[in-house]
């Protein structure tokens, strides 16, 4: 663990933010182990709450994650023009992304694909408020590769969550075209497929190149991003795509089916995302703006 | 200089991040003096350009500069209902402020209320891409407490902007109400105030006071924010107060006699700021929107 000094743990780059690293102070350490994928560790931090973190990098604190999880699930699911059944996250092992896609009460069944046991694992012990909804008989947990298992499930799902990890490593293939292809195929007619896509401040030729890759397998892609403030850049995004040429998935269709109808108690559980945040996401900065064509 | 361990730089915590720190990778030290208010340091980084830091806070980087800078200024500025003529900027000795307000073709006098002259000098030489206005002969530099330069300008301003650094020490002073009486006393019938206020990761409750404690002095007060990556917590917010009980300050006002008549160079040089931007910025989430009840 050289990445700790003196109690404090320290984000380094992997490639992807050299220049630039984050310390956030260590009360303790609760959980740290190989796994065969990669490195796992969750400590409490002095200010973040409970924090995780895959290979060294962030991926999620218990202080900022509904800011991630909401608008990573909420974007799509709001989006689509049917009342949502089917869902499937690709990575996601901290169950965040379920908790969220619970609170949508037309869902019969969230299928979490997780590659990798040990960050369930973790997750389930250390992560509670993250992984609450992973017991719920809705869920289905398959720890196996994603692609393999959507190539089984054509025209099936309505909305495919990409929540996965920095595009290195065993995540580089969940940003490919291929398997973009193979969301698409697993999408019934008029689905939503959305991509974690990095932070337009550092990522800003790559996030181009994805767009051009989504647009080419979908019939829309728009760039949403989120606050987040243990990612390096200070924001992280999505790219939202939709199987319709005459659905911009920048329109947030659910509003009145959806949010405008929430029970109290779920409403007030929704910590970052709001209906006009929603279309407020994709308003981006001009230098992202001119560079991904988006106005 | 404890703060630099092999070549970074480190940004501890001045009271107000506790826990956490950013480390940026440094190539050269290019300016570092003790002046009389602070330490003011400004290096070559190797991935954010020539930084500014003062007291070993980071106040702005050439990578990122532009969303505070342009947010500061434009929010207020398209805010106000009339052709703005006199600008008042509090602090910002970097001067992109200074270049932000002169985009305003209207603008007749930009006063500059810098205390701490080493600011400026470090600026001028080292970060020539935010103090390029700073000799334009509409501008006017006063090396003096902005308290009492304001209250000698009554009844003088259309726009006010506190571009102050943390509130701690010498800026302490420039979240009091009594200093912002001495702003609403310098501002012209429907002139708008805008006051630098922290983030909302971090800083909620005193933000919150803030704003109420800017309610009691203004009409109405309204915070934005703006995606900072070198700024802890990822963003840093504005309150826009305007003195109208009929003048809502998140309504942009001028973009149709601003904006969307600018030039194409002038529109160029906008890197962060977006008509569509400046109303989303007002869009908070939902933590923050239920703490400041603003929806």
């Keep these: 663990m050289n990445a700790w000094k003196e109690g404090w743990f320290t984000e380094e780059s992997n490639g992807l933010w050299d220049g630039e690293s984050k310390n956030l102070k260590v009360k303790q ?10 490195d796992v560790l969750v400590f409490e931090s002095e200010s973040y709450g409970n ?3 895959l290979d060294g990098a962030i991926q999620a604190t218990e202080k900022d994650e509904c800011a991630y999880q909401e608008m990573a699930c909420h974007l799509p699911l709001v989006t689509v023009g049917h009342e949502p059944k089917r869902v499937c996250i690709i ?15 037309s869902i019969e069944e969230v299928v979490l694909c997780e590659i990798d046991k040990e960050v369930i694992e973790a997750a389930k012990k250390f992560l509670p408020t993250m992984s609450c909804g992973l017991e719920d008989p809705r869920v289905k947990v398959i720890n196996a590769d994603g692609a393999a298992y959507l190539k089984q499930h054509k025209n099936y799902f309505d909305v495919i969550i990409n929540d996965c990890s920095d595009p290195i490593e065993c995540a580089q293939v969940l940003f490919s075209k291929d398997f973009f292809i193979t969301c698409r195929e697993a999408l019934v007619p008029n689905g939503i497929f959305s991509q974690q896509s990095e932070t337009l401040w550092l990522h800003l030729d790559f996030i181009s190149n994805l767009k051009k890759d989504l647009e080419q397998v979908f019939d829309q892609a728009k760039y949403a991003y989120v606050s987040t403030p243990t990612y390096p850049g200070g924001l992280l995004g999505f790219l939202v795509c939709s199987t319709n040429p005459d ?3 920048s329109v947030p269709r659910r509003i009145e089916s959806w949010y405008n109808k929430l029970d109290e108690k779920t409403k007030d559980s ?9 279309t407020a996401s994709f308003h981006l900065p ?3 703006a001119k560079k991904l064509n988006q106005f």
Tied chains: 1, 2.
């Design 29 to 38: 350490v609760l959980y740290h182990k190989k796994s065969e994928f990669q």
């Design 51 to 53: 924090v995780l973190a």
């Design 91 to 105: 990575g996601g092992g901290d169950g965040g992304c379920v908790r969220e896609v619970l609170k949508h009460s």
């Design 247 to 249: 659905m911009d998935p």
């Design 270 to 278: 929704l910590k970052y995302y709001t209906d006009k945040l929603h």
């Design 286 to 288: 001009a230098f992202a």
